[in-house]
């Protein structure tokens, strides 16, 4: 099977889905130590997810309207488990709407973004993650969140969340792997030496001190928000990542667990929202928003160490180019 990918486009009701290829970029970042792994999986059902990721056009769907038609505008996690429930504060939705993924959702960027730049000023773990909130919402830039079924104590049940402390120590420790897939993806490297300065100053300064973060309460104050929370179901089950450019449009997770009757899952990120959230944290400043969003690439590799072997296939989702098109 060739994995170099080929256009494709589909009807969506009135909407056309924009032209893509998908393109297998890496068989796996190499670098990992967490329990999710590509080869927990026969491969017959592997194959499945190959050719839906890379034949069918409704791997990729359009972010949802409200029913008041007006396009979601927060973001979740790129968990890929199915949704038991959706609530915000005092409420419970009906039904669960495509949205921007991203790992831990903004909070956990826009916390990666303070870390990165070096606007910490030491604070402990949840302190970072309470001005993030702040931010985000001074921005102007909403967000969302999610649990799971087995969340207790301490864990809210979103890895990304539950883990950070995890998850910056691993951007240290992978720090030449973690440089050399960002600069694989085309990224100005340019401000990278000045992310990666203050990351391993707070993880060498604030993290050893970290013995009471709860993600429980950074997703306690999320749902104070009244921001849209879901809550997962099951096991994890992710067995590729798929990386998606094309704005407006989100990685179609449900399809994967269909398909495979729910004996696969895959991770999903939005490139073009993390871009998003660097511009509009950074406001003017080009300088502050080029280290914004390494400062999110960095959180986002170290966080798929943390969860995973680094053994999972990573495909990514682009637009077809104009002269291809033509």
């Not at 069918?56 to 029913?67: A, E, K, R, S, Y």
């Amino acid at each position: 099977m060739s994995f170099e990918g080929v256009p494709q486009t589909e009807q969506f009701g009135e909407l056309e889905r924009p032209m893509f290829v998908v393109t297998r970029i890496s068989h796996g970042f190499e670098f990992g130590t967490g329990e999710i792994s590509a080869r927990d999986e026969d491969p017959e059902v592997l194959g499945i997810v190959d050719d839906t990721i890379h034949n069918n056009p409704g791997i990729l769907v359009p972010i949802d309207h409200d029913d008041n038609g007006e396009p979601i505008d927060d973001d979740g996690c790129g968990d890929g488990r199915g949704v038991a429930a959706v609530f915000s504060l005092g409420k419970v939705y009906k039904r669960s709407l495509n949205r921007p993924k991203v790992f831990g959702a903004s909070p956990a960027m826009a916390a990666a973004i303070l870390v990165g730049t070096g606007k910490t000023h030491n604070q402990q773990l949840n302190d970072v993650f309470s001005v993030a909130i702040s931010e985000l919402e001074n921005a102007g830039l909403n967000f969302g969140a999610h649990t799971d079924e087995h969340a207790s104590g301490k864990k809210c049940g979103c890895g990304a969340i539950d883990r950070a402390p995890e998850a910056y120590m691993a951007a240290v420790k992978y720090e030449e792997p973690i440089r050399n897939v960002i600069a694989s993806l085309g990224v100005d490297m340019t401000e990278i030496d000045t992310v990666y300065k203050n990351m391993r100053a707070y993880v060498r300064e604030v993290i050893p001190t970290q013995t009471d973060y709860s993600g429980k309460q950074v997703v306690d104050e999320i749902v104070q928000e009244a921001k849209v929370v879901k809550q997962l179901a099951g096991e994890h089950k992710e067995r590729r990542i798929v990386l998606n450019q094309i704005p407006g449009y989100t990685v179609n997770q449900k399809l994967i667990r269909d398909v495979t009757n729910n004996r696969a899952q895959i991770f999903a990120v939005d490139t073009w929202r993390l871009q998003e959230i660097a511009d509009r944290l950074a406001g003017d400043d080009e300088q502050l928003a080029q280290q914004a969003l390494l400062s999110e690439l960095v959180y986002t590799l170290a966080i798929a160490a943390v969860l995973t072997k680094g053994d999972l296939p990573v495909d990514m989702i682009q637009p077809v180019p104009q002269s291809v098109v033509a």
